[in-house]
Structure formats: C-alpha cells, structure tokens
C-alpha cells in the first residue's frame, strides 16, 4: 500500500496544483474607461479614449469592446483588437474606431454634444492577461464630455 501511495501522491500534486491554476478569480479591481474626444469626420467616427489601471499589476489589454452612450442614447460599440499596455496605477490612450448604431445617424450624435456638457457611458468587455494568465474583465465607467476642451493625448 505504501508504494500506490507513492506513485498516487505526484498525480494528486499535479491535479491540485493546476486546478489552482485554472480559478476564474480576476486579480483587477477595476480598469476605468474615459472618453477624451469624438471624431465624427470621414473615413469614420473614432473615439479617444484613455484607461486608467487602478491596480498594483500591469496589464495588457490585447482587445476590447465599448458599448457606447451619450445622455443615455445608445451610439454604437467602439471595438479594436490592437493591444495596450497598462502600467501599474497608471493611464494609457488609444483610438477605436466606433461603429455607429444603424438607428443613430451622425447628425444625431452631432445634436446630442451640443447639449451642455453631455454625459457618456461604456459598457466595457476587455480581454486581459498578465504574463501567463489571461481572462476577460467586464466594467462600466461613466462621465461628462466637453467638445470644447476635449483632452489630447499625452505627447510621448
């Protein structure tokens, strides 16, 4: 018996460890999703954004899709697949273009930003990873935008 203890016990060891492995526990608190400007010229509307990573990790974000509102009137989803890099605690600017709901034209978007300082909403869905764990994190982030003093992006 003690030596089907000892070939048993390496199996055991491997199965607990990768089931630690595989825990569906995110390590981020949150990922904060503002928006700095909307282009709505041609060749298409593109949205600035900026994500702040409030964590103690760095993280890449390697896709993400934005549900977007203005005054609580779906726009459309802004998405992309090329990856950015999160310091710890820190912020980092991107461009997604944005696909404009079918309902939504542009001169109704135009409409909604000429109300003063109007109010955007991203439902966000974001495939992260840090080094070998990779997972999907889910958040919405809410603010007021103003067309005027839109905010550029850091010089780099």
Known sequence: MNTSWSKLLPVLLCVAL????TSDTV???NINVSLLDLQLATPGPMLTVSYYNDNML???ISESSHKFYLNDVY?????THEAVGLPITGTV???ISLTLDSSVPPAKVRALLDHASP???FVSSMRLSNYDMKW???TT???RYDPQHAAMPSPK
């Open 18 to 21: 990768l089931a630690g492995c």
């Open 141 to 143: 982030s809410q603010g």
């Open 75 to 79: 726009i459309g989803i802004a998405s």
């Open 58 to 60: 760095p993280i890449i």
């Open 136 to 138: 999907t994190f889910k």
């Open 93 to 95: 600017t991107q461009k």
């Open 27 to 29: 390590p981020v608190n």
């Open 119 to 121: 109010t955007y909403r």
